[in-house]
């Protein structure tokens, strides 16, 4: 599948850097390799995973982006933080793309330790935010022969 002519928002949380930025750098790599230029490729950096479904809502709605990448790594630790954030870090970015109709790919790590983690946001097929990227032009590819297969559907009352 190709990305040639596709716009992504790459959506990064700055915490835990050294890593979300081995994800960032994965996901770039992963569309420049699919066809998308690097024109066609806008990052944006947040506090945390938190706030990914605000900042990627925003992205979708503006109209601007054929997809839109979340990306963070959230690492468990003493206190039932870890849970919070995780839980609604997914349903927050889950219910953006039912919302908006842009496909908004959960590229956010989960891990329980630092190790594993890492291990995750390694090189192309180790790294998550590689995978979320890949699957966020197939998603394209995907939605647009959805949508060209609809418009010549035999009930036209049905949405």
């Known amino acids: 599948m190709s990305a040639a002519g596709q716009r992504f928002a790459i959506v990064v949380s700055r915490w835990n850097h050294a890593l979300t930025s081995r994800l960032a750098d994965g996901a770039a790599g992963a569309l420049t390799g699919a ?37 963070g790594v959230v690492i468990r630790g003493d206190t039932p933080h870890f849970d919070y954030v995780a839980g609604q870090a997914a349903s927050g970015v889950t219910q953006v793309s039912l919302s908006t109709g842009v496909p908004v790919m959960f590229g956010v790590i989960t891990a329980d330790t630092h190790d594993q983690a890492v291990a995750r946001s390694g090189e192309k097929e180790d790294n998550k935010g590689y995978e979320a990227a890949i699957s966020a032009v197939e998603m394209v590819a995907v939605l647009r022969e959805i949508g060209n297969t609809a418009e010549g559907k035999v009930f036209p009352h049905v949405v």
């Open 35 to 71: 066809g998308a230029d690097a024109e066609s490729i806008e990052t944006f950096w947040i506090p945390g995973a938190f706030e990914l479904p605000l900042a990627c809502l925003r992205a979708a709605k503006s109209g601007r982006f054929d997809a839109v990448i979340a990306l």
